[in-house]
């Protein structure tokens, strides 16, 4: 008889086949869950996160000291500042401070003129430090991306849908008999 018989060779024939099945179907799963992400990272699951999407949040804009009239926290590390001309600015702090939504005053600390998120400038909070807090960014905002981001972080509610007004019927014309 032969060493090689005919059921080795059709034995290693099916494990070969088994082999080669095995990396098809993980080949799949792997190809499966690729797409699932893709397709996960594509949708959109509420219309809340298309807010906000022109605002420039790594803005380089900067601010004359002199027109600074007012300024609204937004939570410990965003705020609005209100300056002269109707211009409103969005900033963003390097760090949180938790002083901000307490304190009454905004102060900063510049070399010049010109409050910026580059050279050093820091906003200083009343209170009992007098620590200025550096600047990540500044960004000028129109009075529609102020609304989106007074709505996003929760200082104002958004204006609901208001229902359309009834249609017009037309109907009979009364005449009044004097």
Known sequence: MNKFSHNGWADGLSVFVMRVKEKRALKQLVMAYIACVLLSSCASTEEGEELGNDIDYRGSDCISIRTIRDYQPLDNRNL?????GKRTYFVTLAISSFEMRSSFRLGVD?????????????????????????????????????????????????????????????????????
């Open 110 to 178: 510049s070399r010049d003129s010109w409050l910026c998120p580059y050279g050093g400038d820091r906003i200083v909070f009343g209170g009992s430090s007098e620590m200025g807090i550096s600047i990540r960014s500044i960004s000028r905002v129109t009075a529609e991306q102020e609304e989106e981001l007074l709505i996003r972080y929760g200082k104002i509610e958004p204006p609901e849908l208001q229902e359309p007004a009834p249609p017009e019927v037309k109907g009979a014309d009364v005449e009044e008999l004097g």
């Open 80 to 84: 609005l500042v209100k300056a002269g």
